[in-house]
């Protein structure tokens, strides 16, 4: 078990300092739909107070509310005991609030300490005083930071660090954490949450953002659960048990990634063989080779950067290969563009649903559309079938469970959980032979992650190959038949995870080949 997950000594609601935040009835609506309704967070200084929903319940609304993205319908906000209404962002950072996102915002042609003091500059101007400043606030939160360094050539944990160095530098005493170790080893994890308890024995304090369960346990003082847009009830994370917690956010026990018994065929489906690609002069992928059978999960681990994406875009032809082949069957795919290869039988969930896998600003059925727009049912010869596509979106919905108004209303409207189920969905129609899934349950909830696990269980064990790259090791561990560790663009390791630990792919992933 990683030590990250093993609960934190922690403080119980109330033992620490006096109120950091307190939201009071916060209500918040959309055009049919009701984010926040009459929501209440009360937050002690000095602690780390997470904050716990599917996605849908509340949680994004909420934390955009108390930063100054969005004005509440009603309620009060007060920080420090002062009433406030942030109209902006930049209010809510001049009341020392600070936001590190989920998806990070970095220049990566800027140094880090570019990075940092871009947009503060009248802080502490851009010289010697700067990098001074920058290197106090590293060696406060207790890490290491390289301000000359291009942003570019930092790994993830590196780029997270930048990122609440970023707030820091903005005198953010208040700090908002979405989701920080999605895309986190469990070694970065154990850093990440040495960092927290560093800072919050300093006083700073921390609105911390997850759906992983045994994480949000292990270093939350207080957890509060949201659902369906209301206050559920504020815990102390000593006092409750991770199936309590789903059991509060979803009304379930927690779901368990596991695939069952072996469906695994000798039928080859994907074949790769001695890939490279290169960027910038940079070797990117180097001399991979990589087969999936029909019936079987081949999952790649690897810390984010290390080449994971860029195989992926080599595979579904997105990116130019120096040098290999790919053979989908007995068919060589290597030349053919992305249309012609999902024609031939490949799915794609991608790694960002928002820039790859949806237009957010149309409507359900056109999404159904997208990548498919030469086939069945949704196009009748060289014509889309309009009719077509509603009818197979709305089918889609019911079957994948997708919570939505209707297929009319548009992608941007669901919450991430239901934005993935539809693009799971839509890549799992037309009967594909191979499904390469980029982190599918990346930032959903364990409702929505529960159901994506048994659908790429079904199709699965009716002869789907799937190539699955993951973050997430228990995910990894828990549905693959065979993994594969990627390091610095090469497969290095191989591991069956009947038996390897989330340490051991852990250390694999940064460069301890000998780990598994």
């Given at each position: ?81 002062d009433q406030v209404r942030f109209r902006s962002p930049a209010e809510a950072i001049r ?374 790259i993951s973050a997430d090791l228990d995910e990894l561990i828990g549905l693959s038949d ?35």
């Open positions: 078990m990683n030590t990250s997950t093993a609960p934190d000594s922690g403080r119980p609601p109330g033992a620490a300092g006096p109120r950091a935040v307190e939201l009071t009835g916060i209500t918040k609506t959309f055009p049919g739909v009701v984010a926040n309704s009459d929501v209440n967070l009360s937050v002690r200084s000095g602690e780390v107070h997470a904050l716990c929903g599917e996605n849908g319940a509340g949680k994004s609304t909420l934390m955009k509310i108390l930063y100054g993205m969005q004005a509440p319908d009603s309620g009060t906000i007060r920080v420090r005991g009341a020392g609030i600070g936001m590190v996102h989920q998806h990070f915002m970095l220049a990566d042609n800027l140094t880090v300490l570019e990075n940092i003091v871009l947009g503060a500059e009248g802080e502490h101007g851009i010289g010697a005083r700067a990098r001074r400043r920058v290197l106090a606030l590293a060696e406060q939160a207790g890490f290491e930071v390289r301000p000359d360094v291009l942003v570019e050539r930092l790994g993830v944990a590196d780029r997270q660090r930048v990122e609440i160095l970023k707030v820091l530098y903005r005198g953010a005493r208040i700090i908002i954490l979405d989701e920080p170790t999605a895309v986190l080893v469990p070694q970065e994890v154990d850093e990440l949450f040495a960092t927290l308890r560093t800072m919050r024995e300093q006083g700073f304090t921390f609105l911390f953002i997850s759906h992983k369960l045994d994480e949000v346990r292990a270093i939350a003082d207080t957890i509060t659960v949201l659902r369906r847009g209301t206050t559920v009830g504020t815990v102390a994370a000593t006092a409750v048990s991770s199936h309590r917690l789903a059991e509060m956010m979803v009304g379930s026990e927690l779901p368990v990634p596991e695939h069952g018994a072996s469906t695994v065929t000798d039928r080859e489906v994907l074949a790769v063989s001695g890939l490279s690609a290169s960027e910038q002069d940079r070797m990117v992928l180097a001399d991979i080779d990589l087969a999936v059978h029909a019936g079987e999960v081949v999952g790649i681990a690897g810390v984010e950067g290390n080449g994971q994406t860029e195989l992926v875009e080599a595979i579904m032809g997105m990116r130019p290969v120096d040098a290999g082949r790919i053979e989908l069957g007995e068919r060589d795919l290597t030349g053919l563009s992305t249309l012609a290869r999902r024609a031939a039988g490949i799915g794609y969930v991608p790694e960002d649903r928002h820039r790859q896998g949806l237009l957010l600003d149309e409507s359900l059925w056109f999404n159904r559309i997208l990548g498919h727009q030469t086939r069945r049912p949704v196009a009748r010869g060289r014509w889309l079938d309009r009719q077509g596509a509603k009818a197979d979106a709305q089918r889609i919905v019911e079957q994948f469970d997708v919570r939505t108004p209707g297929i009319e209303v548009d992608a941007a409207a669901l919450s991430g959980g239901n934005q993935q189920k539809l693009v799971v969905g839509r890549e799992l129609s037309g009967d594909p032979v191979l499904l390469i899934a980029a982190h599918p349950t990346r930032g959903v909830d364990v409702g929505a992650q529960s159901g994506i696990w048994d659908h790429l269980r079904a199709a699965r064990a009716a002869g789907l190959a799937v190539l699955l065979t993994i594969r560790v990627m390091y610095r663009g090469r497969l290095v390791a191989a591991a069956d995870p009947r038996s390897v630990t989330p340490q051991e792919l852990g250390a694999a992933m940064t460069g301890a080949q000998e780990a598994v």
